[in-house]
């Protein structure tokens, strides 16, 4: 695995999570495997990984929700195996299938939702939860004709309705729209700047590019952490972007063409067709662009040297880790 972050400048103080080599096991599938992994006050923190990968679990077991086989750590300084009970009062809990009660109003949900915390106070704390979260004028439509960006919205607010200091979302906005998208992770800014930590797991490349630290994970192992730029440098690929010279090439197929043409050749890791271009990265700069020139020239190509981004890089882990699977289970 490898740890590209530094936050020397931190104390200790700011560690929300903290958790040494935590396994998980359901049956004989090994499915969290030596995790070791710290998170910090206000930081937003996004896991990302093929499906199964152990995000869920993993998120879990940080939080008390899931006990480790072995290993130890804490959360917000409570011990997760033996204080998990402490935990779970002081973390905000949003699942995918959050459920709401679609003939009741937004306002009726939380209502209902402060009755089960047993809350005191709950016309007030109702009040403030939909001020905080921008839902005062929509109190009292009915959830089941709110939009999926609205439901999420409210979802939100039930899982912060106990103020939380940690909030666990697992793949939040999955089915919603971008501008939705765009607008609850405005919002989860807003309460990271608050201090409020947020652990979420995401197939979203624009999410995860949103989030402070990075975790990806494949088949229980957590590959590489940190914030998005350090993940993309610490592949070290370089990447060539190559387009038709001409509008028309583009119903030839010649990109698909020169997909196959460049599979395997010296220096070429990846092939992925982005729109209308071809991006090819490798580890071996020098050999890659030797290859590019010998293979497209006179093909009435352009190619062009691109940052790497972070959709190439998860998917050469992603393809990687496939590669290695027995090494890796
Ligand atoms: N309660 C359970 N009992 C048995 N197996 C489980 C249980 N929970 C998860 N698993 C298995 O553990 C593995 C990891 O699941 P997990 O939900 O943590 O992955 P994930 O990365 O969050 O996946 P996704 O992206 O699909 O949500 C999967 O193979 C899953 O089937």
């Not at 929509?138 to 909030?167: C, F, I, N, T, V």
């Not at 999410?207 to 957590?222: I, N, S, T, V």
């Not at 190509?301 to 290695?324: A, W």
Request: proline letters at 2%.
């Amino acid at each position: 695995m490898t740890t590209v972050a530094s936050d020397a400048e931190k104390t200790d103080g700011d560690l929300v999570v903290d958790v040494d080599r935590i396994n998980k096991h359901f049956g004989s599938k090994h499915v969290v495997k030596d995790l070791s992994l710290q998170v910090r006050r206000g930081e937003i923190f996004g896991f990302l990984g093929p499906n199964g990968s152990g995000k869920t679990t993993s998120i879990r077991m940080m939080c008390g929700l899931l006990t480790p086989d072995s290993g130890h750590g804490t959360c917000m300084g409570f011990d997760i195996i033996k204080q998990s009970d402490q935990i779970k009062r002081r973390v905000g809990y949003m699942t995918q299938k959050f459920s709401y009660w679609d003939d009741l109003s937004i306002r009726e949900n939380l209502d209902f939702v402060a009755r089960i915390y047993g809350m005191q106070r709950r016309k007030e704390v109702v009040d403030q939860s939909l001020e905080k979260l921008g839902l005062s004028s929509r109190a009292k439509q009915l959830a089941g004709s709110l939009s999926g960006g609205w439901k999420q919205r409210l979802a939100l607010a039930a899982s912060m309705l106990h103020q939380p200091e940690l909030l666990l979302l697992d793949e939040p906005t999955a089915g919603v729209d971008p501008a939705a998208r765009r607008d609850f992770w405005e919002e989860l800014h807003r309460l990271a700047a608050e201090g409020i930590s947020v652990l979420v797991s995401t197939h979203y490349m624009d999410e995860a590019e949103r989030c402070h630290k990075l975790a990806y994970l494949a088949y229980g192992k957590l590959l590489v952490q940190g914030t998005a730029a350090e993940v993309v440098a610490g592949q070290g690929l370089s990447t060539w972007a190559i387009y038709n010279s001409r509008d028309s090439d583009i119903r030839d197929n010649k990109l698909v063409g020169l997909s196959q043409q460049l599979h395997e050749q010296p220096g070429v890791d990846q092939l992925v067709v982005f729109g209308t271009s071809l991006h090819v990265c490798g580890k071996d700069a020098a050999l890659l662009e030797q290859t590019l020139r010998r293979i497209t020239a006179g093909q009435g190509l352009r190619m062009e040297l691109i940052d790497t981004s972070l959709e190439d890089v998860f998917i050469y882990m992603m393809n990687r880790s496939t590669d290695n699977f027995g090494e890796l289970s």
